[in-house]
């Protein structure tokens, strides 16, 4: 029996020696130290020894049983160690490749627009003011001078919500309701951009929701000049220094007199082109005199204060300034057509 547990242990060092895998590890470990391995059957049949053997083979298949488990556990962790370098080895990372690019997207056109109109004014001494888009009926109509039974007030031509509550058709509100709060106290000068809605169908050149900027100067003796000095900046700083306005005459309810402004056409210089439609001017904004009895209504007095106020949509400007054909690719976030105008 000492023979048979010398040899088995011989045996099993030998199969751990020249084992070279966890799993082949793992079958030696089974097969010698396993319940029906041949170190328990020897143990199991130590009934039948005599006493004086018994403790001597029974201390020696627990040193072999001993020396086996420490022999596989060796191994087991030399194996393990060489495995580790193999992977470590073979999943090296260049650290000097190029990293992937993330994506860092940019502005929309139209905010870049808006934001570079905004600063043209602010240069100018104006603030910038937003205000609800959701208004009353008073604001969006009564207080520009466009009375109960004015066809602009139609059903048809805005989102009403109730009778008497819709979506602004213009950001003029903002403006009654900044003079409003001022109370005729002191001068106002501000622009005020911001989403618009209008009962349209939708093709390349409407929209049922657009933007507006709107500006509006109040003061002591604010003149007709005033306003074509600010506009003509804005058309320069805008479009480039060589560019001409021109001023025709046009209505509003809100305004008195009223104009419309054209600047010259880049290609022809006002020779006429296709551009231009043959005409040498491109039709640009509305403008004109505040109307005394907006003012009024505000809490000026139109005998001491007078104002002038203009309003432009970013989406046409954007779109002669670019080239863009279509108000609709302002909206549909094509970023292919969106990254055109992402600066570097
Ligand atoms: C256009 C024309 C315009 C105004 C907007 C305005 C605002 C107040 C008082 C008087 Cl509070 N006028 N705004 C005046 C003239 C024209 O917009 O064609 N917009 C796209």
Same mark, same amino acid.
């Given at each position: 029996?000492?023979?048979?547990?010398?040899?088995? !242990?011989?045996e099993?060092?030998?199969k751990?020696?020249d084992?070279?895998?966890?799993k082949?590890l793992?079958?030696? $470990?089974?097969a010698?130290?396993g319940?029906?391995?041949p170190?328990t059957e020897?143990?199991?049949?130590?009934?039948?020894?005599?006493? !004086?053997e018994?403790p001597?083979?029974?201390?020696?298949?627990?040193t072999?049983?001993?020396?086996?488990?420490?022999a596989?556990?060796?191994?087991?962790a030399?194996?393990e160690?060489v495995?580790?370098?193999k /992977?470590?080895a073979?999943?090296?990372?260049?650290v000097?490749?190029p990293? $992937?690019?993330v994506?860092? +997207?940019g502005?929309?056109?139209l905010?870049?627009?808006v934001?570079?109109? !905004?600063d043209?004014?602010i240069?100018m001494?104006?603030?910038?003011?937003?205000?609800?888009?959701?208004?009353?009926?008073?604001?969006?109509?009564?207080?520009?001078n466009l009375?109960?039974?004015?066809?602009?007030r139609d059903?048809q031509d805005?989102?009403?919500?109730?009778?008497?509550i819709?979506?602004?058709?213009h950001?003029?509100p903002v403006q009654?309701?900044?003079?409003n709060?001022i109370k005729?106290?002191r001068?106002v000068?501000m622009?005020?951009?911001?989403k618009?809605?209008?009962?349209d169908?939708?093709d390349?050149?409407h929209?049922h929701q657009?933007?507006?900027?709107? +500006?509006l100067?109040?003061?002591k003796?604010v /003149?007709m000049s005033?306003?074509?000095g600010v506009?003509d900046r804005f058309?320069?700083?805008m479009?480039g220094?060589? $560019?001409?306005?021109?001023?025709r005459?046009s209505?509003f309810?809100?305004t008195?007199p009223s104009?419309?402004?054209?600047i010259?056409?880049?290609?022809?210089?006002?020779?006429?082109?296709?551009?231009?439609?043959?005409t040498?001017?491109?039709?640009?904004? +509305?403008?004109g005199?505040?109307h005394?009895r907006v003012l009024?209504m505000a809490g000026?007095d139109?005998?001491?204060?007078?104002?002038?106020?203009f309003?432009?949509?970013?989406?046409r400007?954007?779109?002669?300034?670019?080239g863009?054909d279509?108000i609709?690719?302002?909206y549909?976030?094509d970023?292919?057509?969106?990254k055109q105008y992402?600066q570097?």
């Amino acid at each position: 029996m000492k023979d048979q547990l010398q040899v088995l !242990e011989k045996e099993a060092l030998q199969k751990i020696e020249d084992a070279d895998s966890l799993k082949e590890l793992q079958d030696v $470990r089974v097969a010698y130290l396993g319940k029906k391995g041949p170190i328990t059957e020897v143990l199991k049949g130590m009934g039948k020894l005599s006493k !004086e053997e018994r403790p001597v083979i029974g201390e020696l298949a627990n040193t072999v049983r001993g020396n086996v488990a420490e022999a596989l556990n060796r191994k087991k962790a030399d194996i393990e160690a060489v495995e580790l370098e193999k /992977q470590l080895a073979e999943e090296t990372i260049d650290v000097t490749l190029p990293g $992937r690019p993330v994506p860092t +997207g940019g502005p929309h056109l139209l905010t870049s627009i808006v934001e570079e109109i !905004e600063d043209l004014f602010i240069g100018m001494g104006f603030e910038v003011r937003e205000g609800p888009e959701v208004e009353t009926d008073y604001y969006n109509f009564e207080a520009l001078n466009l009375p109960k039974g004015h066809p602009a007030r139609d059903m048809q031509d805005s989102f009403y919500i109730t009778e008497d509550i819709l979506l602004r058709t213009h950001t003029s509100p903002v403006q009654a309701r900044t003079m409003n709060m001022i109370k005729g106290e002191r001068p106002v000068k501000m622009i005020c951009p911001g989403k618009v809605y209008r009962r349209d169908t939708d093709d390349a050149t409407h929209s049922h929701q657009f933007t507006q900027i709107e +500006g509006l100067y109040v003061d002591k003796h604010v /003149q007709m000049s005033d306003l074509k000095g600010v506009l003509d900046r804005f058309a320069k700083q805008m479009f480039g220094e060589d $560019r001409e306005i021109r001023l025709r005459p046009s209505f509003f309810p809100f305004t008195e007199p009223s104009v419309e402004m054209d600047i010259s056409c880049k290609v022809c210089h006002g020779k006429g082109c296709s551009v231009c439609k043959k005409t040498g001017w491109i039709e640009i904004l +509305g403008a004109g005199m505040v109307h005394p009895r907006v003012l009024e209504m505000a809490g000026y007095d139109p005998d001491i204060y007078s104002g002038f106020a203009f309003g432009m949509g970013p989406e046409r400007i954007a779109m002669l300034k670019y080239g863009v054909d279509d108000i609709r690719h302002f909206y549909t976030n094509d970023i292919r057509f969106l990254k055109q105008y992402h600066q570097a």
